[in-house]
């Protein structure tokens, strides 16, 4: 059964792009979350949707960063302007719900030079 | 100068022996605890759960006891292998939040051949 699937793997580009992070989430899940990690902070929450709607933004660091999920397959995260203290690794979870365990994909990987 | 990151609690056991992982969470409300493994290069894995009217649950070499009194989790490994060596999260759902979950800060697990 395919997992959560993250893309791209690896992201490097220079600051001041603009870095689109894609996640496609268990099919039959109707939570997806995403999340940031690095070494000084650990494992961060986002934002999450259920049911394709936002539901708390409140871990969005700044206006920079936006999340959509236009349908139930598929969610972007988007970094505009980024910034190298942006640099970490992204990863989507998606959940059925309420007390189910939420699933990760293995992540993308951003560096921002 | 030197970056400062988070410092992960270490434990480190010989193969064949069993390790115990503690975590204390902070929301006497939570009704729903994850334990996930992490390896380098990847998302945080689902090992076990269990839900707050349960005081323990047992998987496949895999033991989660949970002491709602003093608010404490712990993950036990019975004859912990080369393969188990990564890090370690606990995670609570804080009821009604939609399945947002609190991860804790890790615990790296080393295990010695």
């Known amino acids: 059964d395919a997992g959560v699937i993250q893309s791209p793997r690896h992201e490097v580009t220079e600051m001041g792009q603009e870095v689109t992070l894609r996640c496609k989430p268990i099919?039959?899940?109707?939570?997806l979350f995403w999340y940031r990690q690095t070494m000084m902070r650990g494992l961060e929450l986002l934002i999450y949707?259920?049911?394709?709607?936002?539901?708390?933004d409140s871990g969005m660091p700044e206006d920079r960063f936006s999340a959509k999920m236009p349908n139930a397959s598929f969610s972007t995260l988007k970094i505009q302007p980024s910034e190298p203290r942006d640099s970490a690794v992204y990863f989507c979870?998606?959940?059925?719900?309420?007390?189910?365990?939420?699933?990760f994909g293995d992540g993308t990987r951003l560096s921002i030079l | 100068g030197e970056s400062v990151g988070l410092h992960l609690p270490t434990l480190s056991v010989q193969e064949g022996d069993n390790s115990i992982i503690n975590c204390a969470y902070s929301?006497?409300?939570?009704?729903?605890f994850i334990w996930y493994k992490q390896e380098s290069g990847k998302g945080p894995q689902f090992i076990i759960d269990?839900?707050?009217?349960?005081d323990k649950r047992q998987g496949q070499r895999v033991t989660v006891l949970l002491n709602k009194t003093v608010k404490h989790l712990s993950l036990q490994i019975a004859a912990t292998q080369p393969g188990d060596s990564a890090v370690y999260f606990c995670?609570?759902?804080?009821?009604?939040?939609?399945?947002?979950?609190?991860f804790g800060q890790g615990t790296e697990l080393s295990v010695k051949p």
């Open positions: 949707f259920n049911n394709n709607v936002p539901i708390d």
């Open positions: 929301n006497s409300a939570s009704d729903y």
């Open positions: 269990i839900r707050s009217n349960m």
């Open positions: 099919s039959g899940h109707n939570s």
């Open positions: 979870a998606s959940s059925g719900g309420g007390n189910q365990p939420q699933h």
């Open positions: 995670a609570e759902n804080m009821g009604n939040q939609g399945g947002k979950l609190i």
